[in-house]
C-alpha cells in the first residue's frame, strides 16, 4: 500500500499550481470529475502525488468544504490491493463508510471515502487501480 495522494481543495487550481512549479514538479493530468463537480490537477512526487481539487460548480463539494473550512487539505488517499475487501472489513469493525461500494474516480481509478467522523477528523479516500 502507498499514499497514492493528498488532495488539497483550492479556489484556483492554476494559481495554485504555481507553488509547485515554483518547486520544480509539474503536472501530468488535468481531469473533470463531472459527478464530483470537481476539477482535478495531478502532480507527481515520487511515489505519490498532490491532487489539487477546483470546484466546477458552487453547488459542488469542494466549494462547499471551502465555504465552511477555507482552503486545504481535503483529503487523503492510500492505495490498496483490493478496495471491496478494505470497504467490508472497515464496514465489520464498525466505520462510517460515505461510498458502501467503490465508484469511479480521477486516473481510472475506484475510490470510495470514508466518513471523517470514523478516521480522527481527516477524510480518507481509498483507491484501487480500475485496470
Ligand atoms: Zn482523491
Known sequence: MRIAHIGIAVKNAEVA???YRDLGLEPDHTEVVESQKVKTVH????DSSIELLESTSPEG???RFIEKRGEGIHHIAIE???IEESLT???EEG?????ETPRR??????IAFIH???TNGVLLELCQRAD
Not at 466505520?95 to 461510498?99: K, V, W
Open 95 to 99: 466505520y462510517r463508510l460515505i461510498d
Open 105 to 110: 474516480g480521477a486516473g481510472n481509478m475506484l
Open 43 to 46: 502532480i507527481p512526487i515520487g
Open 116 to 118: 471523517p467522523k470514523s
Open 17 to 19: 499550481l504555481q507553488l
Open 61 to 63: 463539494v469542494i466549494a
Open 80 to 82: 490498496v490491493p483490493n
Open 89 to 91: 472489513r472497515l464496514k
